[in-house]
């Protein structure tokens, strides 16, 4: 989710965000320093920060108070991530070893604990109830979702439904949460509040559902990581769930367990990246950026609103 | 830690507290919630939520809002205890399968953030922002604790400080942060939550150290698991240290490394229960009992000043 920084908008104050984050989840612990820093320089769009500053533009925008909310909602990000790829085994993320790859599993597990506790710490500077209870009830379901992952797995028999309750988990419940709390530690209006929650959750299922048709449809250079990966995992997607409408196919695909080797999957995966299922998904993804956009039209008008909407039709047209 | 409950006090509040842990573990998702429940079950002291209790006495005490409080203590206990059961590989908790050892270590890495998760959620009812800022200090030291206790696992060149940093880390942070924070909560004085913090403190070493000797001294059957298993498991304790001040006997016991059969360790096991080594650690723990006394010296006499009095006294006499 890359964005252009129209007007070098908000340029200054991500940039403050970043030397907060540093400063964060800084340790006198060296594994967990190395680890969060590395973490840390690997990268990442900071997408959470942005939308936590842009929805603070409808309050009080206050730089030194919210900031400890953008680098919460990132550094929970960066959490999840950590236990996420021990499940994984990931070796890689962003192109830099993990945690679990440079260290091991139970580094990895209690670095993950560490960054959780380093964003409650951060948060616990802001004194509005609300906010820690969005908060908690949102880390909350993405626990539940973490779960529901594992054993979604290689499940075949999964419906549509279930598709979209694992992506509001896995991304879209962050970004709303991310919107939401913005918007509420700034002492924005309760409809505004509504309104950034709403645009946060479904530019977070129309960008999941858009990752999840890059990996099949995007190189492997722009993915930077195998084209179907997430089908060589066992996680079922969009274009996968469309083309399983075709029982032929479904036979096909539910022979792909679990260790098979990944050549064997490349001829579906072919088959999918040529089929008009893409097309299909990419209608739900763009139906769900309409309803983003469409939340957030009776905000007044001004540069974070303009900001926002540029970010969502920026999603619509991203190619990794 | 077993405490009998004279003239039934706080009965009826830790039964509720009881209900309301059963409660918030509670999730549809069936995994977690048998394994929540599996770890409730098993028992355990809930000392921590006794804490909360009599601290609670000091101040305003309400047992509806103090309850949320008291369950967070437990909730955050049984995290770190799944957590750390990965780490360990243990199989059993308590005399009951471990959550890793029932299903596997993913999903219990993911029950630990559920739990962790809960307990945050319990917490967000609390609307005192000081309670939130110790809670999170408190989480984040037990997370660098964890880090540090694997760096010194079968580091036979550690010092006292050291191991005396790892049981506070351990042990005495979570149980001094149960009474300040019951404290905090039910509005007591600066000055009572100080006392009480303190006495949480020094009894949380003095249990520690406590339990450290009786892995040593008890038997099997009162452990649970065989004798000087953490001297198996590489984790050097304050009977070790005082041992190795014989250099011969440091010698012998450097080749104890990990992996190494059980078997041998025995006699050394066997050498260190007799030796004045366990009198030595014994003082220590006593004199830490004795501080935790001294600084509730100055609360008001009542049941609670008694009831916490009686369970520090406790701690000196227990057998397992």
Known sequence: MKVKWKYSYLKKDINEIESTLHKV?????????????QLLESGGKRIRPVFVLLSAKFGQYN?????????????????????????DE???RRGKPTINSTYNDRVA???GDFLFAKALECMSEIEIPLAHQKLSETILEICLGEIEQIKDKYNFDQNLKCYLRR?????????????????????????????????????????????????????????????????????????????MND????????????????????????QIRKSTYIKAARKVSEAYLQKSLNSINSLPNSE?????ILIAKNIGNRKN
Chains 1, 2 share one sequence.
């Not at 196919?249 to 072919?270: A, W």
């Open 90 to 92: 990931a070796s890689l």
């Open 304 to 308: 974070a609103k303009e900001m926002l």
């Open 167 to 243: 992506i509001k988990r896995k991304t879209a419940l962050l970004i709303s949460a991310s919107c939401e709390i913005g918007a509420i530690a700034s002492g924005a209006s309760p409809a505004f509040q509504k309104c950034l929650k709403d645009y946060g959750y479904y530019l977070g299922m129309s960008f999941q559902i858009m990752d999840d048709i890059l990996d099949f449809t995007a190189s492997e250079k722009e993915l930077g990581k195998p084209s179907g990966s997430d089908l060589i995992q066992g996680n079922i997607t969009l274009p996968v769930l469309f083309a």
């Open 109 to 111: 597990m209690y670095a």
């Open 25 to 37: 989840v800084n340790s006198s612990q060296p594994i967990l320093k190395n680890a969060s820093v």
């Open 247 to 270: 029982l032929a196919f479904k036979e096909k695909i539910e022979s792909v367990y679990e260790g098979i080797d990944p050549e064997t999957v490349k001829p579906l995966i072919n």
């Open 63 to 87: 730089l030194q108070s919210i900031k400890n909310v953008a680098a919460t909602l990132e550094i929970i990000h960066m959490a999840s991530l950590v236990h996420d790829d021990v499940i």
